[in-house]
């Protein structure tokens, strides 16, 4: 079993190791924080591979970033922060308890059928509570970390280059 610090540090090489443009890399980057971050888990996968196409990222870049920011360390924390934001701005009141109960069923890993099925008891009104304050939660890191991969991978790339120029 990976370790914590392990994985991310796994993870983290694997992005740095991506080939290609640094805009595209940074888009699927952004694209894998937002969908991360965003309280969507049964279908984190599908949605970033979607977004990817759609905004012209890097696929892997996405799907490796997801992976990253939507982890068992992270999944109650982000899903909290997504609840007090949603509940803070919409009317109505989604229990944490509710809420528990779904994640406790889809932390089970019972596939993914029973994880949508989870999902739907939670009903309209609480998915919206979840999904605009996942949404707000995610925006500003999506973009901070947009601003810094498109960096990383500038610097990556110039490196690269001027170590073939050299070779």
Partial sequence: M???????????????????????LA??????????????????????LLFAYLLGGNAIAALITTVMVSNPLTLVPQYYLCWRIGNWLLPGHLSWHKIQRVMAVIHSDPGFSE???????????????????GIILALPITLLAYQLSRRLFATIRQKRRQRHVLD
């Fill in 115 to 133: 994880s949508l099925h989870s999902l739907g008891r939670l009903s309209i009104e609480a998915l919206s509570v979840l999904l605009l304050g």
């Fill in 2 to 24: 990976l370790k914590p610090h392990r994985a991310a540090r796994y993870y983290y090489l694997r992005l740095l190791r991506l080939q290609g443009d640094p805009e595209t």
């Fill in 27 to 48: 888009r699927g980057v952004a694209i894998g924080v937002f969908v991360g971050i965003t309280p969507t888990l049964p279908l984190h996968t599908v949605l970033a």
